[in-house]
């Protein structure tokens, strides 16, 4: 049975059993007592025999000891994701001077007994050794969940003691969120995820520094990890972005390490991005392959960049008094290289950016020097070719989730945090931010809301948007567009695109129009409900939902470029007499825009909210169906009862992105604002008849 074969079966098992549970705090009293009650529901198969721990014997100290701390969740029992790096590493050549230890748990199945041989207990935690023998069971212990401090230096401990080096090196494995976050995710114990504060107290109690760590986790390449992690480590190895589903390359690094034991931890975890490039590189998976990101950092030298970056935020929170100045900053860093958490921020391309918003050069200049000093490699894609390998956590409201008070707990960066308190009204920074910045001005929303009105244009064949407020803070204009249906009567989004010209740009406004064309993205003639996720110049990576076989929704991605005439620009629209001959990809309805099926993303999981990180290439999904479908705008994704499904569709390698001509009936049309402050606007709705050819728009305040 193959790989994907596999992955079905599993995901038809997962439907069965139902949803997961709601999140918990890992290191709190709440997820304590959930952790216990757990435990004691939990009862093995009857049928299953424990498999006996070897008898550890005294060994003379390694080279390296490479603990593995290998926390399966919905990767594993969903996608079989850990026994994949599993059969990775059954693929080396191993040899006495490299001990590696890997403690399996936190999943409610695994897929290893077929691929590698081992059958890994669920009711349990496992400790396993890979060496010259193949992997040996070497310890057991009482399930407990692997997100909990305690856990994770237990599992240090052990394998300090029984199995000594020269270095160590410790991979933490499973799901991240980020800063605010943190990473590892038990399914088996209400999903609970452990902190950075927790993550922190695991390395000081597990009582070894160790040379690298590891985390094959999304979104954990920042600074506040690495401050969590520099009293007991010296160097990280982590990504930026969300980790593509097969993490990281263990059977190219790890064969370095076995056939180079000397080598020391800067060398290792140089080969540790490289390897997982040349993984990606060689995939199918278009998505993966342009969205790596991976990085090697200094933490000896994190210091150096937390001061230089409290300094930076320094400087921004004098600037929010000054709605001009504050504006004007917020508008140089809307471009800034975010990741697929948008608070998530590239800390070099936040500095270069902020220097054209009012940064000091030397301030800008010094924390962009320490960025380069601190990452001492990193790999980026095509999806990033501004990250720089080291991110840092900012937002602009409180999502009421607690995530600023748990980040608050292990960040010690004052003026990063009374940022977060002056642009976050609901929450306050704790008391000894302000014993150190004194008072925190607050932001005036009020002084950025952006005032706008939207009106049709004079012979009503297009409709214009006009901004005279808060333009400084404005950062991204699009429209949306739905499209009624006679015989249930609702409205279905289409979703939003991105051409949207400028019309006029004066001192007190600035014009925008739709520009409607009457095609819109299909496959095999089925319309896709798209939104846009990242801009880059003339590209846009969008998505658009689809099911698969078991009726999850999931996610299509999709390349779209266009022609760079196409898309706003600051440059109001030329005159007639002065524009440039049409470009080659210019039609009398418009643009071709050329899209590239980039494949199909997992999504967000519903449990945890945490990033999934199962990517399929058109080829993983061969032989499959899947069915596009198109919100009702009344419930937008929120419940896929309210959907319209198309037939189902082969996948092929044939499958093709085109626009293609509408059909004729009723729309609406409405436009969307985003500031720099992440707040979305939205105009009312104009209604537009379109007989295939010719568009003719209704006043907004037209009935529906």
């Not at 705090?25 to 049928?47: C, F, H, R, S």
């Not at 499973?174 to 995710?185: E, F, K, V």
């Not at 995939?283 to 993966?288: A, C, H, L, P, T």
Request: charged share 25%; aromatic share 10%.
């Amino acid at each position: 049975m193959n790989r994907i074969s596999k992955w079905l079966c599993f995901m038809l098992i997962l439907c069965i059993l139902g949803s997961m549970l709601p999140l918990a705090l890992a290191d709190g009293a709440e997820a304590e007592a959930a952790e216990e009650a757990a435990v004691a529901e939990y009862v093995a198969p009857a049928e299953e025999v424990a498999e006996a721990p070897a008898e550890l014997t005294p060994k003379e100290p390694a080279a390296w000891t490479v603990m593995i701390y290998l926390c399966g969740t919905d990767l594993e029992s969903v996608g079989g994701m850990a026994t994949e790096n599993l059969k990775m590493i059954a693929d080396t050549v191993p040899n006495k001077a490299v001990n590696v230890l890997i403690q399996t748990g936190g999943a409610k199945s695994w897929q290893a007994e077929d691929a590698v041989g081992i059958d890994i207990a669920e009711d349990r935690l496992q400790r396993w050794t890979w060496d010259e023998t193949g992997f040996t069971l070497v310890d057991e212990e009482e399930l407990a969940s692997m997100a909990k401090h305690t856990t994770l230096s237990d599992f240090i401990q052990w394998g300090a003691e029984h199995y000594s080096a020269e270095k160590y090196m410790l991979t933490l494995w499973d799901h991240g969120g980020g800063s605010a976050t943190g990473l590892i995710a038990d399914e088996l114990h209400d999903d609970a995820i452990m902190s950075l504060e927790g993550l922190r107290r695991a390395l000081k109690n597990g009582g070894v520094h160790f040379d690298l760590v590891m985390t094959d986790t999304c979104l954990m390449a920042n600074l506040e990890t690495a401050q969590a992690i520099a009293p007991y480590a010296d160097y990280l190895a982590a990504s930026e972005e969300v980790l593509p589903g097969l993490g990281s390359n263990y059977e190219e690094w790890l064969q370095c390490l076995y056939d180079e034991p000397e080598c020391g931890p800067v060398r290792l975890g140089r080969n540790i991005c490289d390897a997982n490039q040349i993984l990606y590189a060689e995939s199918e998976n278009e998505i993966d392959a342009k969205s790596l990101t991976f990085s090697l950092i200094d933490l000896g030298k994190i210091d150096t960049v937390a001061d230089a970056f409290n300094a930076y935020m320094q400087e921004v929170v004098s600037m929010i008094p000054d709605p001009a100045a504050f504006g004007e900053y917020l508008s140089a860093v809307s471009s800034t290289d975010r990741y697929l958490i948008n608070d998530m921020w590239d800390l070099y391309d936040l500095a270069r950016r902020g220097m054209k918003g009012g940064i000091s050069k030397e301030t800008g200049i010094t924390l962009e020097n320490a960025v380069d000093d601190v990452v001492l490699y990193s790999v980026r894609q095509a999806y990033h070719p501004y990250s720089h390998g080291l991110s840092v956590y900012l937002r602009y409201s409180d999502d009421g989730k607690g995530k600023l008070d748990r980040l608050a707990r292990c960040c010690s960066n004052p003026w990063q945090l009374a940022f977060l308190d002056a642009v976050n009204l609901k929450w306050d920074a704790p008391e000894w931010v302000t014993d150190i910045v004194g008072e925190i001005p607050q932001l005036k929303n009020e002084l950025y809301t952006i005032k706008f009105d939207a009106e049709l244009s004079e012979d009503q064949s297009g409709t214009i948007t006009n901004i005279y407020s808060g333009i400084d803070s404005g950062a991204y204009i699009r429209y949306e567009l739905q499209r009624y249906n006679e015989q249930d009567q609702n409205w279905y989004t289409l979703g939003e695109s991105e051409d949207v010209r400028m019309l006029e740009m004066t001192d007190e406004k600035e014009s925008y129009s739709a520009v409607f064309t009457g095609k819109w993205p299909a496959i095999d003639g089925e319309f896709l409900s798209i939104s846009s996720k990242d801009v880059l110049e003339n590209k846009v990576l969008l998505q658009a939902p689809i099911t698969l076989f078991d009726g999850r929704l999931y996610k299509l991605r999709i390349l779209a470029e266009y022609p760079v005439s196409l898309l706003y620009t600051d440059e109001p629209e030329e005159t007639a007499e002065d524009a440039a001959p049409a470009e080659e990809n210019e039609t009398e309805t418009g643009y071709e825009v050329n899209y590239e099926l980039e494949g199909v993303w997992d999504g967000f999981d519903s449990s945890t909210g945490l990033v999934n990180r199962n990517t399929f290439s058109l080829s993983d999904l061969l032989g499959l169906d899947f069915e596009i479908c198109t919100p009702v705008y009344s419930n937008y994704l929120e419940d896929i009862g309210d959907m319209k499904y198309s037939e189902s569709i082969p996948v092929t390698l044939d499958l093709v992105v085109e626009d293609t001509v509408l059909p004729a009936g009723q729309y609406r049309l409405r436009y969307s604002i985003v500031d720099m402050l992440d707040r979305t606007y939205h105009s009312d709705f104009f209604y537009m008849n379109w007989n295939g050819e010719q568009a003719v728009f209704d006043d907004p305040s037209a009935e529906e």
